[in-house]
Structures are given as C-alpha cells and as structure tokens.
C-alpha cells in the first residue's frame, strides 16, 4: 500500500468543489437529521433503547447509500449524484452494514455485562435503608434532597466513585475500540470489504497513517466543540446557524474523509456498482 499525503487544506478545497455540484449530499444530511429529531421528540419519559438502537441501524442504512455517492463522484470528476446513486447504494451495501452494525451491538453489551460484573464484585450493595431513601429521593425528583442525602453518606459517596470508575474505565475502553474501527463503514464501500475485514482495515490505517490523519482528526474535534460552544450560549439564533454550520460540516468531513481513502489505497478501490436487476 501506497500512502499518498494530502493536506487538509487540498482535501478541504477538493471536497468543498465536489459538495458544490452535488448539494443533495448536505441535502441527505439535513433528511436524516430531521428524522431523528423527529422521533427522539416524540419520546417521553427518556429514550427508548429499542429506538437508540434502531436509528443506529438506520443510520448505517444511510451511510451506505451516502458513501456510494461519494464514491461516485470522487472516481468520476464532474459527475453529478442522484437518489437513484443513493438507492443503489443501500442496495448494494446496507446488509454487510447491518451484520457490521449487529456485532457492534454485541461489543457494547458484553463490555456492558462485564462492566456490570465488576460493579457487583468490587462494590458491595448500599443498605437496605440507604437504598430505599435513594429511590424515593430519585422518584421525587428533588435533586437538593438528593445530594444532600448523598453528602451526609460517607460510605455512599465511596460506593458512587468505585462505580464511577469502573463505568469510566469501561467506556474508554470501548471509546478506544470504536476509534479504532472508525474507518469500517467506509472501507465496506470503497473497498467492498465485509465488517471482519474492514475492522482490520481500520485498525491497520489508524496505525500507519496516524500522522497525516492528525490535521483530519483535529477537524473533526474542533467542528464539535464548537457546536457545543454555541449551544452553552444559550442563544437561539446562535445555535440555529451554528447547528447549519454544523451539519454543512459533518456533510464535508466524511467527504474529506473519504478522499482521503481513496487516496491511500488505490489500488484496493472496487470498480463502481449497479444496482443488482431485479
């Protein structure tokens, strides 16, 4: 494999004149959004699991006919993406997406167990009495009662922090596992690799193009951080652009992205797709 470097302002100038004769890229973006926002809104009472669930699964849907598109474009200059790229590419990629998507889910439920085993042997249960005052405190909603309550409780306070480190340590486990195959869904379009094997891909990429990829990486940190900078603002106005910008950005980085792939392993680029006839 060949490592062509490209800098992140080549690959933002690539990207941005791509995105400017294929806006239905943002515009997909924008649909999937509004879906989500549409569905978390109807919930009450917190979110349903089942749901959180099934929009991941119908975001990997999505991802595959969007990197299709990308794909398109990024190997034929000039050409202009359609729904019909967009289709064929859930067609053509949503099921390896999906098995990829499924044993996702069953990392994050046995780091869950085994975190929830070490919880049960390392931290002992708090007292019948304690227990009890903790679950009508929490049902009240009175969260001044509560914390006071968990301030005049030594032991409580131990009990919390254990947990809390266990849960920490576990989830930067599993943060560093999904840095790891952050490339997957991508190298199952580029490169028409199942979930094993794009899992490898990624991990093998991140080792040897960490240093180029830094600028990228960077990018993609400061993009969020400034959203949530806005939305600390607490202006509405604000966060409404910046939630545009936002979107326009997370539209352009996977663009960015993916060029960046395609530029690294060329020569592992599976030839363009149809959709199979019916």
Known sequence: MTLQHTGIRALTARAWALLQNNWILFGIMMLETLFSLFLLGGQAGGLNPLLFVLMIYLHLVVLGGWFYQMKRIALQPGYRTTWGDFFSGVSLHAGRMLVGGGYLLLVLLAVMFVSSLAINFVVPAPQTEVLTELQNLAAAGDNQKLWAFVQGQPELQAQIGKVL??????????????????????????????????WRFSRRFMLQAWRPLLPLAAAWVMVH????????TGQVLVVMLTYMAYLLAKTLL???????????APEQLTPLEEEPAA
Do not use: K
């Open 225 to 232: 951080v400034f959203f949530v900078l806005s939305a600390l």
């Open 165 to 198: 480190v266990i849960f920490f340590a576990a989830m930067g486990v599993l943060g560093l596992f999904l840095l790891s195959i952050f490339f997957w869904p991508y190298n199952v379009v580029l490169y028409g690799m199942r979930w094993r094997e794009a």
């Open 254 to 264: 996977p663009l960015m992205t993916l060029l960046f792939l395609v530029d690294y």
